[in-house]
C-alpha cells in the first residue's frame, strides 16, 4: 500500500537549519508531484513547497521564498526539504503529500495520499 514517512524533524535555533526527509512506497515516486505542507498549532494546514515528477520544476509558498528547497531522488524514492534560515513562525508539523495530478497546487483535496508527519520546533 502507499506510505509516506517523514523523518528529520527536531528542535532548532533561530537561523539554523533542517533537512526533512520523506520516504515513499508503495507506487512509482517517478510518476507524481510531491509537496510539502505543514500545519502550526490553532492555524489551518498550509502548502510550503511542490515539486514536479522530474524534479524540472518546483514552486514555493511565499513564506519560504529563499529559504525553503525541495528536491528529490527518485531513485531512492525520497523527497527532500532542505530548510535554512529558520524562524520561530516556521515552527509546526511538516507532511509530505503525494499530488493527485502534476500542475502546481497547495489545495488539500489536490493530493491523495498524507505522510504521519514530523515536528519541526524553531525555539532559541
Known amino acids: 500500500q502507499v506510505q509516506l514517512v517523514e523523518s528529520g524533524g527536531g528542535l532548532v535555533q533561530p537561523g539554523g537549519s533542517l533537512r526533512l526527509s520523506c520516504a515513499a512506497s508503495?507506487?512509482?515516486?517517478?510518476?507524481?508531484?510531491m509537496g510539502w505542507f505543514r500545519q502550526a498549532p490553532g492555524k489551518e494546514r498550509e502548502g510550503v513547497s511542490w515539486?514536479?515528477?522530474?524534479?524540472?520544476?518546483?514552486y514555493n509558498a511565499d513564506s519560504v521564498k529563499g529559504r525553503f528547497t525541495i528536491s528529490r531522488d527518485n531513485a531512492k524514492n525520497t523527497v527532500y526539504l532542505q530548510m535554512n534560515s529558520l524562524k520561530p513562525e516556521d515552527t509546526a508539523v511538516y507532511y509530505c503529500?503525494?499530488?493527485?495530478?502534476?500542475?502546481?497546487?497547495?489545495?488539500?483535496?489536490?493530493?491523495?495520499?498524507w505522510g504521519q508527519g514530523t515536528q519541526v520546533t524553531v525555539s532559541s
Open positions: 503529500a503525494r499530488r493527485r495530478r502534476v500542475p502546481p497546487s497547495f489545495r488539500l483535496n489536490d493530493y491523495d495520499y
Open positions: 508503495g507506487f512509482t515516486l517517478d510518476y507524481y508531484a
Open positions: 515539486i514536479s515528477p522530474s524534479a524540472g520544476s518546483t
